[in-house]
Nanobody, 121 residues
Framework: QVQLVESGGGLVQAGGSASLACAAS????????MAWFRQAPGKEREFVAR????????AYADSVKGRFTISRDNAKSTVYLQMNSLKPEDTAVYYC??????????????WGQGAQVTVSS
């Protein structure tokens, strides 16, 4: 069992930066691929970024490529999402997830409670 707790985010102006962290409980964090998803009001959840268990490989949605960076620290059982050049359309609740390395949400067994990111224009 893995419990995930997100922190960070908040209100930021367009063009600004924000960061999210997701702390995991348990001793098996380093065996899981991790990902960030987001869900905007009235929209379906969408993939944002993923990282392999070792951190050696990452992948991003086209909409955030070049602006967002996912990273992890297995010693701290934490995955991060650095978000730069934020746009109003990045406004959403962001969720971290643990599971298999995939862009599909159903590949991830464990989910955090979500963290709000609001980008004002």
């Amino acid at each position: 069992q893995v419990q995930l707790v997100e922190s960070g985010g908040g209100l930021v102006q367009a063009g600004g930066s924000a960061s999210l962290a997701c702390a995991a409980s348990g001793q098996t964090f380093s065996t899981y691929a991790m990902a960030w998803f987001r869900q905007a009001p009235g929209k379906e959840r969408e993939f944002v970024a993923r990282i392999t268990s070792s951190g050696s490989n990452t992948a991003y949605a086209d909409s955030v490529k070049g602006r967002f960076t996912i990273s992890r620290d297995n010693a701290k059982s934490t995955v991060y999402l650095q978000m730069n050049s934020l746009k109003p359309e990045d406004t959403a609740v962001y969720y971290c997830a643990a599971g298999r390395y995939s862009f599909r949400g159903d590949a991830y067994s464990y989910w955090g409670q979500g963290a709000q990111v609001t980008v004002s224009s």
